[in-house]
């Protein structure tokens, strides 16, 4: 923020006072004005905002204290700072315990002064970033403001708020992984491990060594002790994809972790018990599965306390074009977005999208190569049909797990900042309001 998009508002029953004050602050640069009494600064601020007040704690009729409760009733954007008298010291720090940023005692040292209201622009520079992290962060959410997606978002914010496990179903490409992953970051498990089973690539053999891990030495070839990602998942949310697609046998020993919320290592006979939300995922009608006997009755029941169901993109159209600028900024960390023209945008409304939001989000990535030198992008940039290919974005297929770190790399970003300006990790803390544990959590992984 420069001086001049700083506004200060000074309230002072002391003519003389308010006008050298405001002259100096007028030439340090800022935008100044000036009240006599509580009662006409709460008129102003009915009327205008004000980044700062400056004000005297002894004034006519309501006081400074009086003021600071009504301004921070109204804003918490609103920083105040108190004046007072020698010998009145103690009320002036009362006026810090509700709420107020500082106090100079009377009569002020204008250098005092100066440096006072640039540590206070600093701390609403912060405040500034720490919530546009937050809306960055929450923009990585699920987009969408038609009425099926306004359900959606309410099903998962319900969802996240209780412990329940949940089962996301919904066509290829609807976003299924993405509310996995928003629901883990809504939920008190936040701060705790995001693990995905991918169950296409699980086999049955491979199913016992990859969640249950191993003892060293339980087989050939297990020279090392192996944590399963069972252990990974301890107090944070195991998301097993394409459940659908489990085997009778696994899908028995998945009801067994449940039930007995524990599992042995391979070649171990020690239990242990674990913390997990259990998030799973699938594109096929389980319920009909459990109707023809291909899936388990009872395990289904235990998955699908809560279940979330996500709409084809056809069934909510209005959502085409914010998903479609979302992806042309966002995703493709391009500075601004080029105007997709009228028939482009005909195109891409019209498409009936089997891949849903993934082909859109192809669909999108491709036009902007094919853009790249124009100034828009035309409808023969849009070129359907041939991107409607899964994991095309997504997995490199190589593993059976990933640990999703796109939001924590925007955080670390943030951390490291904040680092970098000298702060300790109990004021990071008070910046980000997290608790210092999860601010310890994090800055393990934030490389200075
Ligand atoms: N509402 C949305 N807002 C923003 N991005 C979305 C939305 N829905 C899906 N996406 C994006 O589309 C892509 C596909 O979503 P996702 O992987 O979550 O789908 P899925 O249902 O798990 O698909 P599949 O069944 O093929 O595994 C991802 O890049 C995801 O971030
Ligand atoms: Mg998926």
Not at 4 to 17: C, E, F, Q, T
Not at 30 to 40: I, K, P, R
Not at 85 to 110: H, N, R, W
Request: glycine share 6%.
């Amino acid at each position: 923020m420069d001086n001049h998009s700083v506004s200060i508002l000074i309230v002072d029953d002391d003519v003389n006072y308010r006008t050298i004050l405001s002259d100096f602050l007028k030439n340090e640069g800022y935008d100044v004005d000036s009240a006599n009494s509580a009662e006409e600064a709460i008129n102003r601020l009915e009327k205008d905002f004000f980044n700062i007040i400056i004000s005297d704690l002894k004034l006519p009729q309501k006081t400074g204290i009086e003021l600071l409760k009504t301004v921070k009733s109204r804003s918490e954007d609103v920083e105040m700072i108190i004046l007072t008298a020698f010998g009145s010291v103690d009320s002036a720090v009362a006026a810090l315990k509700i709420g107020a940023c500082d106090y100079l005692v009377k009569p002020l040292s204008l250098e005092e002064l100066s440096i006072t209201i640039k540590r206070l622009i600093e701390k609403i520079n912060l405040k500034n970033y720490a919530s546009y992290f937050k809306r960055e962060i929450f923009k990585r959410f699920f987009i969408g403001k038609s009425k099926a997606a306004a359900k959606v978002i309410g099903d998962i914010t319900v969802a996240a708020k209780s412990n329940l496990n949940v089962l996301i179903t919904g066509e290829s490409g609807t976003g299924k992984e993405l509310s996995a992953n928003m629901l883990h970051r809504l939920s008190s498990r936040r701060d705790e491990p995001f693990i995905i089973v991918d169950s296409c690539n699980l086999s049955e053999n491979l199913f016992e060594s990859e969640l249950f891990g191993h003892e060293r030495g339980s087989f050939t070839g297990a020279d090392v002790l192996k944590k399963g990602l069972l252990e990974y998942a301890d107090k944070g949310t195991l998301f097993i994809d394409e459940i659908g697609e489990v085997s009778g046998i696994i899908q028995s020993k998945l009801l067994r972790i449940i039930d007995t919320k524990s599992f042995r290592r391979v070649g171990s006979s020690k239990n242990l018990f674990i913390d997990t939300r259990i998030i799973t995922a699938t594109n096929k009608n389980l319920k009909k599965m459990v109707e023809d006997g291909n899936f388990r009755g009872d395990l289904f029941y235990r998955i699908s306390g809560f279940i979330i169901e996500l709409p084809p993109l056809r069934e909510r159209k209005e959502d085409i074009p914010h998903l479609a600028h979302y992806f042309m900024t966002k995703e493709n960390k391009v500075q601004f977005s080029k105007p997709i023209s009228r028939l482009a945008m005909d195109k891409l409304v019209d498409y009936d999208w089997p891949g849903n939001v993934r082909e859109l989000k192809n669909v999108i990535e491709r036009s902007i190569v094919l853009s790249e030198d124009k100034e828009e992008i035309t409808e023969d940039a849009i070129q359907l049909e041939i991107s409607n290919r899964k994991n095309f974005d997504g997995r490199d297929g190589s593993g059976i797990f990933e640990r999703k770190l796109s939001i924590k790399e925007i955080e670390e970003k943030y951390l490291s900042y904040l680092l970098s300006k000298g702060y300790t990790k109990a004021e990071i803390a008070d910046i980000i309001g997290e608790s210092e544990r999860s601010v310890y959590r994090k800055l393990a992984g934030v490389k200075i």
